[in-house]
């Protein structure tokens, strides 16, 4: 029986790269010049702290740092800006979450979207991932443009992994 999975991952060595991109950057422009601006990367690789002197520069090395992931084909839809934290003296703080796997509300919404779209195939919730089977690969390629057509209505990066005859 044919199938495929609904995943949503990020690719790690791109996020780097574009990270790195985006340090080099901030380290050559002039209005960057003594702002003391940083971007570190959590150990679980799941989001990145940016810390600079104050808001106009804050909203200035967001907005590098969501180009250069832009420019390596990072979706910006598996993006969460967090809160800008004005908490610390003298530097504002803000958190960019990048999304891994799918939430099951989300996975429950895609079964919900293939159940209303009368195609011959089912889904099934796998941990972060969603499975989907049918009798023929047409069937799955429909489902693939119904979900592609759904990704912004949900806001969710989608990727199709591990497609099966």
Do not use: C
């Not at 598996?78 to 796997?101: N, R």
């Not at 972060?128 to 443009?145: C, E, M, P």
């Amino acid at each position: 029986m044919p199938s495929f999975d609904v995943v949503s991952k990020m690719n790690l060595q791109e996020l780097d790269n574009a990270l790195n991109q985006a340090r080099k950057e901030i380290s050559t422009r002039y209005d960057f010049q003594g702002s003391n601006t940083v971007l570190e990367l959590a150990p679980d690789q799941k989001s990145v702290l940016l810390k600079t002197k104050d808001v106009q520069k804050l909203n200035a090395t967001r907005e590098i740092v969501l180009q250069k992931l832009s420019k390596r084909g990072i979706s910006l839809l598996g993006i969460t800006v967090g809160e800008v934290d004005t908490a610390a003296l003298g530097q504002v703080k803000q958190v960019l979450t990048f999304q891994q796997g799918i939430p099951v509300e989300k996975s429950k919404e895609l079964v919900k979207k293939l159940k209303d779209s009368n195609l011959k195939v089912q889904g099934s919730i796998q941990g972060d991932s969603l499975r989907v089977t049918g009798k023929s690969r047409d069937d799955l390629q429909a489902a693939i443009a119904l979900f592609r057509q759904a990704q912004g209505q949900l806001s969710i990066d989608m990727q199709f992994d591990n497609f099966r005859d």
